[in-house]
C-alpha cells in the first residue's frame, strides 16, 4: 500500500512540519526502498520532478553514478553492497536501529553532470499506518569537505615547510655554532671565560679569543641588530670578514676601520656593534675599541669602572668614521668583562628593575672570572624569573693572574 503525500500530511503533524520547515533533504523510503515522500529541499538538491521521485528506487531517484553507468536498478549494482545508505536503511528496517550524521562521498548525476557530493546522513526507522518506513535526512557537505580537504593540504604544506625550515635552522645553527671557539686559548698568566645564550636556535652575537702569538691575546664581540637566519647570516659574513683581516689583529683600531668598511650597506635596518681589543701578557697592555658597544667593565680592588674611552660609532652605517683604540695597563687579579646590550637589557625589562649590573657584578667580585661570569648569568636568569631574554646573551670574560 503506498501512502501519499496528502494522507501522510494530513495524518501525521509532526512529519509534516518537518518536511515542510527543516532544510536538510529528506526522503521516506519503504521496505523495497522506494520513494514514498520527500521535501522541497530533496527535489531541489537532486533536480528531480515528483513524478520521478515517488514510487522510484533511492538509487536511482539521487542519481547514483552506479545506477546511472551501469544502467541498474538500485540494489543490484557493482556497489550496492558497499554503499553506506542502504546498509544503514537495511539496518534500520532490521534493528529499527537509527544511525545519525554519517558521511560518505560519491558521485551522483545531476542535470547529466556526474558531480561528487558529500554527505551527512541520518536514518531512522518509524511506523506509518502500520507500515514500516525509513526516513532519510541528508545535509550537503560538498563544500565543507572540499575546504577541509584545502586546509588539510595547506597544513601539510605548512608542516613540510616547517620542517624544513626547521631541518636549515638546525643546520645554519650547527654553522654559527662553528664560529664561536669550540677551545679558549690558554696563555700564562690570564684566565678566559664565556657565556653565549641566542634569544632564537641562532642569534646575532658573535665572539672570538684569538692567539695572535704567544704574548698576546685578541678578544672580539660582536652584536648584530636584529635576531633570526638575517642577523646569523651577518655574523657569518663578520666571521669572514675577520679571517681576511687577520694580518690587522694586532692594531684594534685599523681592523675595525676594515670590518667597517667591508660591512658598509649590509641592510637598510641592519648594523654591528664592536668590541675589539689585545692584551699583551709581557707589558700587561690592554689596547681596545669600542664601536658602539656597551663599556667594558675593570673590576679593580673591589672598585667597579666602566672604560668610556676608546669608542666610536656602530659599523656598517657610516664611511667617514675616526677609529682610534685606547690602551690601559692591567694589574694582577684585574677583572675585565665585555657583554652584550641583552644582558642589561634583560634587567631594564625584568619585572621589578631596582638591582643594577654593577650590584650583580659586585657580589661575586672576588670570585674567579668564570665563577664571577656564571653567578653574573645565573642571577639575572632567576631575577627575571625566566630562563628566556629579551635578547641574545653574550657574557666575556678576562682574569689578570700575574
Known amino acids: 500500500m503506498k501512502v501519499s503525500l496528502k494522507e501522510l500530511k494530513d495524518s501525521n503533524f509532526f512529519l509534516n512540519t518537518i518536511f515542510e520547515n527543516i532544510t536538510s533533504a529528506i526522503l521516506l523510503v519503504d521496505r523495497n526502498i522506494e520513494v514514498q515522500q520527500f521535501n522541497e529541499p530533496f527535489q531541489i538538491l537532486f533536480n528531480k520532478r515528483e513524478d520521478q521521485i515517488i514510487g522510484n528506487l533511492c538509487g536511482n531517484v539521487i542519481g547514483c553514478k552506479y545506477t546511472i553507468e551501469e544502467k541498474k536498478n538500485c540494489g543490484s549494482t557493482s556497489n550496492c553492497d558497499k554503499c553506506l545508505i542502504r546498509k544503514s536503511i537495511m539496518k534500520a528496517f532490521k534493528e529499527k536501529t537509527p544511525t545519525f550524521k554519517n558521511v560518505f562521498n560519491r558521485q551522483f548525476y545531476i542535470k547529466d553532470q556526474c558531480i561528487e557530493k558529500y554527505f551527512q546522513f541520518t536514518t531512522k526507522h518509524i511506523t506509518f499506518n502500520e507500515e514500516d ?4 535526512i541528508l545535509d550537503d557537505i560538498t563544500q565543507i569537505e572540499i575546504s577541509k580537504k584545502k586546509l588539510e593540504e595547506r597544513n601539510k604544506m605548512i608542516e613540510s615547510y616547517h620542517k624544513r625550515l626547521k631541518d636549515e ?10 664560529l664561536i671557539p669550540k677551545k679558549i686559548p690558554e696563555l700564562e698568566g690570564i684566565s678566559l671565560t664565556s657565556i653565549y645564550q641566542p634569544l632564537e636556535e641562532i642569534g646575532g652575537d658573535l665572539y672570538d679569543f684569538i692567539k695572535i702569538d704567544e704574548d698576546t691575546i685578541g678578544i672580539f664581540l660582536s652584536d648584530i641588530s636584529g635576531h633570526g637566519v638575517p642577523a646569523a647570516m651577518v655574523t657569518a659574513m663578520v666571521k669572514a670578514i675577520m679571517e681576511t683581516g687577520k694580518y690587522l689583529f694586532n692594531h684594534p683600531a685599523v681592523l675595525m676601520s676594515y670590518l667597517n668598511k667591508k660591512l658598509m650597506n649590509i641592510g637598510t635596518t641592519m648594523y654591528l656593534t664592536a668590541l675589539y681589543g689585545i692584551y699583551n701578557i709581557k707589558t700587561h697592555e690592554f689596547t681596545y675599541i669600542r664601536c658602539g658597544h656597551p663599556y667594558p667593565i675593570l673590576i679593580r680592588n673591589h672598585e667597579y669602572i666602566e672604560l668610556k674611552t676608546g669608542g666610536s660609532t656602530v659599523l656598517g652605517v657610516f664611511e667617514n668614521i675616526n677609529f682610534e683604540s685606547k690602551t690601559i695597563h692591567l694589574k694582577p687579579k684585574d677583572k675585565l668583562i665585555f657583554y652584550t646590550d641583552g644582558l642589561t637589557e634583560s634587567i631594564d625589562h625584568s619585572p621589578s628593575h ?6 650583580f657584578i659586585l657580589k661575586y ?22 630562563k628566556d631574554f629579551e635578547d641574545d646573551i653574550c657574557i666575556l670574560g678576562m682574569e689578570v693572574k700575574i
Not at 133 to 136: F, G, P, R
Not at 169 to 177: R, S, Y
Not at 354 to 359: D, N, S
Open 169 to 178: 635552522l638546525f643546520l645554519a645553527k650547527n654553522v654559527q655554532q662553528n
Open 365 to 386: 667580585q672576588n670570585e674567579n672570572i668564570a665563577s664571577l661570569i656564571h653567578h653574573i648569568y645565573e642571577d639575572i636568569s632567576e631575577y627575571k624569573k625566566i
Open 133 to 136: 518506513m525509513v526516513i532519510i
Open 354 to 359: 631596582t638591582t643594577t649590573l654593577k650590584e
